[in-house]
């Protein structure tokens, strides 16, 4: 089952502009998630948030949450060539599984 | 930061032939293993919740039969995807987590199968 639905599908952008990706998701969470994956590759984790917490940062990455709406945003700042990629968020469910949302595949221009 | 591994990293095989995906947790131990699959330019879709010791737990829609986990130890699990047809082509990807933390999960590089 999906929990997550992330939007836009795809994005493109040029390099240097500043990304935003949005996930939204439907039953109640301890836990959001964001990973990364280069195509045909394995995820990389990118950060964790709390729903507890409303704002997150991690180098060029700034994650909120907002719990009331089911939403959260991935924002990449100063995108680089490198940062092409599928961005997925991931939430918590039952019995320690983590769901997956579609994924926004990402395009950065140079 | 924990490793988890997976082998093949990819296979081709015949339609009707059955292959199988192992997935190793390196240096640490997993009671809990999960299964994926990714269609491509999808999402992953969780498959099954591996468990050592006992059964695993299908998601809904998903074969058991077809499908078989066995998680032969707390660092090993496996996937035997029994007789392959060319849908079952697709990137299966596992996932560990440590015990006691569910939401750290690691997850392996990923297997391409290709069934021909």
């Known amino acids: 089952s999906q929990q997550g639905e992330e939007d836009p599908q795809a994005l493109s952008i040029q390099e240097g502009e500043n990304a935003t990706m949005n996930c939204s998701y439907k039953t109640s969470i301890n836990n959001l998630q964001w990973y990364r994956q280069n195509s045909g590759r394995g995820l990389v984790h990118l950060i964790l948030i709390r729903s507890n917490e409303r704002e997150k940062h991690s180098g060029r990455l700034r994650v909120t949450l907002d719990t009331s709406k089911k939403s959260s945003s991935l924002l990449i700042t100063a995108s680089r060539a490198a940062d092409t990629a599928s961005y997925f968020c991931a939430t918590d469910a039952r019995d320690d599984k983590i769901i997956f949302g579609k994924g926004t595949r990402l395009h950065i221009l140079p | 930061g924990a490793v988890v591994s997976q082998h093949p990293s990819w296979v081709i095989c015949k339609s009707g032939t059955s292959v199988k995906i192992e997935c190793r947790s390196l240096d640490f131990q997993a009671t809990t293993m999960f299964w994926y699959r990714q269609f491509p330019k999808q999402s992953l879709m969780l498959m099954a919740t591996?468990?050592?010791?006992?059964?695993?737990?299908?998601e809904q829609g998903v074969e058991k039969d077809k499908f078989l986990i066995n998680h032969a130890s707390l660092t090993l699990s496996t996937l035997t995807v029994t007789s392959a047809h060319p849908e079952d082509s697709s990137f299966y990807i596992c996932?560990?987590?440590?015990?006691?933390?569910?939401?750290?999960?690691?997850f392996g590089p990923g297997t391409r199968l290709t069934v021909t």
């Open positions: 996932s560990a987590p440590f015990d006691g933390r569910p939401y750290e999960q690691y």
């Open positions: 591996s468990n050592e010791g006992s059964k695993a737990t299908y």
